[in-house]
């Protein structure tokens, strides 16, 4: 949705606080043995992030109706500043990852798991935000293949290179859209 210059950026603030803060109280339960776990579990969380990454995109932005009006505003105006208010998307994680995942697996495992989502997340948010607003300044080799694979996904008849931070799950499921424009699996 539309959103104010402070609640477009409040993102790059709020997350590092709110992991700050996860990480902080999963502190006292730190050992050598659990931090491995905690560490494994915050790339699950990662790789787990680029996954929702490229469904949430694909499926709930551009084929649900609910959603898809809203990221229709992106693909018109890609300057203008679009996004999730950061008490949505921190209380959709919180409900739909930490909470279901403390029961089921403990706080220790669902901080980590949690942790990796939200950094994955609050990289995206960057990554998207610097592919758009910063294209007329010099950019690092990364981040100029990471834009010309999201131009792509603006500007190519076909439909693909839904994900931002990674071509990952575009390979894996056949939506990867090549540099000349064609679908990588097409014949
Ligand atoms: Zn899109
Ligand atoms: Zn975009």
Same mark, same amino acid.
């Given at each position: 949705?539309?959103?104010?210059?402070?609640?477009?950026?409040?993102?790059?603030?709020?997350?590092?606080?709110?992991?700050?803060?996860?990480?902080?109280?999963?502190?006292?339960?730190?050992?050598?043995?659990?931090?491995?776990?905690?560490?494994?579990?915050?790339?699950?969380?990662?790789?787990?992030?680029?996954?929702?990454? +490229? !469904?949430? $995109?694909? =499926?709930?932005? @551009?084929?649900?109706?609910?959603? /898809?009006?809203?990221? #229709?505003?992106?693909?018109?105006?890609?300057?203008?500043?679009?996004?999730?208010?950061?008490?949505?998307?921190?209380?959709?994680?919180?409900?739909?990852?930490?909470?279901?995942?403390?029961?089921?697996?403990?706080?220790?495992?669902?901080?980590?798991?949690?942790?990796?989502?939200?950094?994955?997340?609050?990289?995206?948010? +960057? !990554?998207? $935000?610097? =592919?758009?607003? @910063?294209?007329?300044?010099?950019? /690092?080799?990364?981040? #100029?293949?990471?834009?010309?694979?999201?131009?792509?996904?603006?500007?190519?008849?076909?439909?693909?290179?839904?994900?931002?931070?990674?071509?990952?799950?575009?390979?894996?499921?056949?939506?990867?859209?090549?540099?000349?424009?064609?679908?990588?699996?097409?014949?």
């Amino acid at each position: 949705m539309q959103l104010s210059k402070f609640s477009y950026y409040s993102d790059f603030v709020v997350y590092p606080v709110v992991v700050i803060s996860l990480v902080a109280a999963n502190f006292s339960h730190i050992t050598w043995p659990t931090a491995r776990e905690w560490l494994a579990a915050g790339l699950a969380g990662l790789l787990l992030w680029t996954f929702l990454e +490229y !469904v949430l $995109h694909r =499926i709930a932005l @551009h084929r649900m109706p609910v959603f /898809s009006p809203m990221h #229709s505003l992106h693909h018109g105006a890609p300057l203008d500043l679009i996004g999730t208010p950061s008490w949505v998307s921190v209380s959709v994680w919180v409900g739909a990852i930490l909470l279901p995942l403390w029961w089921w697996a403990g706080f220790h495992v669902a901080n980590g798991i949690t942790v990796g989502v939200m950094v994955g997340y609050w990289w995206y948010g +960057y !990554v998207h $935000h610097v =592919i758009h607003h @910063h294209s007329r300044k010099p950019s /690092s080799a990364y981040f #100029s293949a990471l834009r010309a694979w999201h131009m792509r996904h603006h500007h190519s008849p076909k439909r693909g290179n839904f994900g931002v931070t990674t071509h990952l799950w575009d390979y894996v499921f056949g939506t990867a859209i090549s540099a000349q424009g064609k679908a990588v699996t097409s014949p």
